[in-house]
């Protein structure tokens, strides 16, 4: 049977098929329950791009934040309001906007103990509760810490979100379009930021609460990811796989009682197809589930005997945060109005949401054609020639103001001249597509494929608590960074890091395009020949 591992959270084609036969055999009509149930999980990565959009329209000035040029009362950690607005300190700005990633990383801790036993979809339920209450809460808080609060159980739901996501799109995804899908996950995401610069544009006019407004927007979205996730069963390969380690045998209690939801989910997910041909796939999914897992259940500890996958893995996520990809995106209204195009800032950033989302699109349609390693070359090199020429042009910040020294300039009035401003906008274009052409998409594919089948939910569990704790460090420390070496110095810094991103992929991170789960399983902790072993054709087809 063909073996995929295209974003497969379990490596094996759920239908059991042929690759060729799923390729010619999965109609559009077969599938159109998996194409629903995909838009509805998705929803838990529109949620989190979708915060990371609002985020540099909410801690602004003139919305959570007093306007520069404000001679009102300044809210206070206690003090009661809607019209409120605060004045924080770089720091206690960084950690406003990294609320949401601790409550991600502290949720993506939790499914790394209890992810399997809580199942695919009751996962995504929870994260849409705490997306939804999130939501309320900071949206209806008339006290800063009820918004702290508000962002941090927001936050809870990312981590659950993002962690089920790639996991339940790969198990009820055919082969033919598992690979498109898990990629598409992060078209999703990129669509959510798109959707929050829109939405920080639109609500950017109404002075102190318009912030509320964009948060409530967030809620509406929850509301219908927790509403439309009850009508989408379990995943059927989680099923077989829980009936199948209850000590092993289906004749257990509760075995025969999960092979029977297994076959409803199948049948949810394949519908048209005949009841027989459910109950063939089903089968051949119970064997490769004993074949490649068995009946042992993995322990926590289990992820780090494999330590080069653990370093593909968590060094690729590391490495697309620490390149400037937070910066970019939490703080791109304000790299606007920095680069000079003050209340035309909203607007840019919805432009660079445009870009984003085209480039992630491109990168979906043409994954499999490119490969995952030509795909980051290609992406790294645009980062780092965008980042050079940004750099370059922040060298040349000046004071709008005539007569007036930069180190004397109001905020306000920091720009760039006109040539240079524009250069920095069109560097900012390439640097997303860059970002979304390599590291965006490339990176959640690879630890879908790279981490050994018996411990994957733990070791993406880790990739995403590596991934949201260098997102929230780089947060915390923009602003910092920004006052100590000059924004110029900042991205200079990020083009050395993708200097070094370009060894890291060169050096370590191998090609899975094609390949079957056993030739990465031995590519990576067996056989180091197969490296350059040829692409099988079971794989090549999946």
Not at 296 to 304: I, L, N, R, Y
Request: proline letters at 4%; one cysteine or more.
């Amino acid at each position: 049977q063909a073996m995929t591992v295209r974003g497969g959270a379990l490596g094996t084609d759920l239908l059991g098929r042929s690759a060729s036969k799923d390729a010619g055999g999965a109609s559009m009509t077969g599938l159109v329950n998996v194409y629903r149930s995909f838009a509805v999980i998705a929803l838990g990565g529109l949620l989190f791009g979708y915060i990371i959009g609002i985020n540099g329209n909410v801690v602004t000035s003139g919305q959570l934040l007093c306007a520069d040029d404000w001679n009102g009362p300044v809210g206070t950690w206690t003090s009661a309001g809607y019209r409120q607005c605060y004045k924080l300190d770089d720091l206690q700005m960084g950690f406003l906007s990294s609320l949401n990633l601790i409550g991600a990383c502290l949720s993506s801790l939790i499914c790394f103990r209890y992810a399997d036993s809580l199942g695919r979809k009751l996962e995504v339920q929870i994260a849409a509760v705490l997306y939804l209450l999130g939501a309320a809460v900071a949206a209806a808080s008339p006290v800063l810490w009820g918004v702290y609060i508000g962002f941090t159980i927001y936050g809870l739901g990312i981590g659950f979100a993002m962690h089920a996501a790639p996991v339940y799109i790969a198990e009820i995804s055919p082969a033919s379009v598992r690979g498109t899908l898990v990629s598409a996950k992060e078209a999703v995401v990129v669509l959510g930021i798109f959707l929050g610069f829109f939405f920080g544009w639109v609500f950017s006019f109404m002075d102190t609460v318009g912030w509320r407004y964009m948060v409530v927007i967030s809620g509406v979205f929850a509301l219908a990811m927790a509403v439309s996730i009850g009508f989408i069963p379990q995943s059927p390969r989680f099923l077989v796989l829980k009936a199948v380690q209850g000590q092993g045998l289906l004749a257990a209690p509760g075995g025969n009682a999960r092979m029977v939801e297994a076959n409803s989910a199948l049948a949810f997910f394949r519908r048209g197809s005949p009841a027989e041909e459910v109950e063939s796939e089903l089968t051949i999914m119970r064997r490769e589930i004993e074949a490649s897992v068995g009946t042992e259940v993995a322990k926590c500890t289990d992820p780090f005997k494999y330590p080069l996958p653990l370093v593909i893995g968590c060094g690729l996520v590391f490495l697309q945060q620490v390149t400037g990809q937070p910066s970019v995106l939490y703080f791109a209204t304000n790299i606007f109005k920095s680069a000079g195009f003050g209340s035309s800032a909203a607007l840019s950033s919805v432009g660079v949401g445009l870009v984003k989302l085209l480039a992630t699109l491109f990168t979906v349609w043409r994954v499999d054609q490119y490969g995952r390693r030509r795909l980051l070359f290609i992406g790294i090199s645009m980062m780092a020639v965008s980042l050079a020429l940004i750099g370059t042009a922040f060298i040349f910040r000046e004071c709008q103001k005539p007569g007036v020294s930069l180190s004397e300039c109001a905020k306000k009035d920091v720009g760039l001249p006109r040539s240079w401003a524009l250069a920095t906008v069109a560097g900012l274009m390439v640097y997303v597509s860059g970002y979304q052409v390599g590291f965006g998409p490339i990176s959640w594919l690879m630890i879908s494929e790279v981490f050994p089948l018996k411990v994957r939910g733990a070791a993406l569990s880790l990739a995403a608590v590596v991934n949201f704790g260098s997102n929230i460090l780089m947060t915390l420390t923009q602003q910092v960074l920004q006052d100590a070496l000059t924004p110029a110095g900042v991205f200079f810094g990020y083009f050395a890091l993708s200097l070094v991103s370009l060894v890291f992929v060169g050096a370590v991170v191998p090609e899975t395009r094609g390949k079957t789960l056993e030739e990465i399983e031995r590519m990576l902790v067996g056989d180091k020949r197969a490296r350059d072993a040829p692409i099988s054709g079971a794989g090549a087809q999946a």
